[in-house]
């Protein structure tokens, strides 16, 4: 069978899209590329040093400076990669809830964008990729050879994203994460530039009554379905 050489994958919080990345990755032998953990990234290096997040032009300086690197995972606490900024190992504090709640807003500033669009564009470009975000096949890899679209719905992404939380020991309610994500969704849709939408070339799978490894399954066989249509993406 051939394979597409750039896979992207896009969809609302918790549609189960770096789970199925993942796990495609390590099947294909690609790298997993998470674009949203630079949006993190940026957005807890601003909560640190006291940035607002309404300052835009602060937050495009930041965006376009930051020390950031994302390597393979350097320790065995269940991560899938290590993040850093300035040497500082972030991995687990990109997923706090004060993270969740500003990264949207600082992910909608157009200068915060283009300079993340960027850095995520060269590596896309390498090829043997699996890379996830919001804007992966509309803007960042339009032209990626497979492009899948995940959603479910809110309660049931809301309900992922709780246990998650629990897991790692973190104290919130349900109900606050719903209230944050149905907000995230608002503001992904909403925004002026690259809202979150699938591409017109995208397959949209909705994973709400599907357990990861049907969606894997699924995703494996949509994918060979596409390479027969199109054997110039043969890899
Ligand atoms: O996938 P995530 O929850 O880690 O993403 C964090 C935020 O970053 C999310 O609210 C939307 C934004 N994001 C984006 O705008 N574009 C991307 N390619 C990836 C993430």
């Given at each position: 069978m051939g394979r597409p050489l750039r896979i992207a994958i896009d969809g609302p919080a918790a549609s189960g899209k770096s789970t199925l990345a993942q796990r495609l990755a390590a099947y294909l032998g690609y790298a997993y590329i998470d674009t949203g953990v630079m949006y993190r990234a940026v957005t807890w290096a601003a909560l640190q040093r006291g940035i607002?997040?309404?300052d835009e032009n602060a937050l495009t300086r930041l965006a376009e400076t930051l020390d950031l690197d994302i390597l393979p995972?350097?320790?065995?606490?269940?991560?899938p990669y290590t993040v850093l900024v300035e040497g500082v190992d972030i991995t687990w504090a990109l997923r706090s809830p004060e993270v969740d709640a500003a990264v949207s807003q600082v992910s909608a500033y157009p200068g915060v964008r283009r300079a993340l669009t960027q850095r995520q564009r060269q590596i896309g470009l390498r090829g043997r990729v699996v890379m996830v975000g919001?804007?992966?096949?509309?803007?960042?890899?339009?032209?990626?050879?497979f492009k899948l679209y995940l959603d479910a719905d809110l309660k049931t992404r809301a309900w992922r994203r709780y246990r998650e939380l629990q897991d790692r020991g973190e104290a919130v309610s349900f109900e606050e994460v719903l209230e944050t994500m149905r907000q995230r969704d608002a503001l992904d849709q909403g925004?002026?530039?690259?809202?979150?939408r699938p591409a017109p070339d995208a397959v949209v799978l909705d994973?709400?009554?599907?357990d990861i490894e049907e969606v894997f399954q699924r995703v494996l066989a949509l994918m060979e379905a596409r390479c027969r249509e199109t054997p110039h993406v043969a890899g």
């Open positions: 607002p997040v309404t995972p350097t320790e065995a606490d269940g991560r919001r804007d992966i096949g509309t803007v960042v890899l339009p032209e990626a050879d925004r002026e530039v690259a809202p979150l994973t709400t009554a599907m």
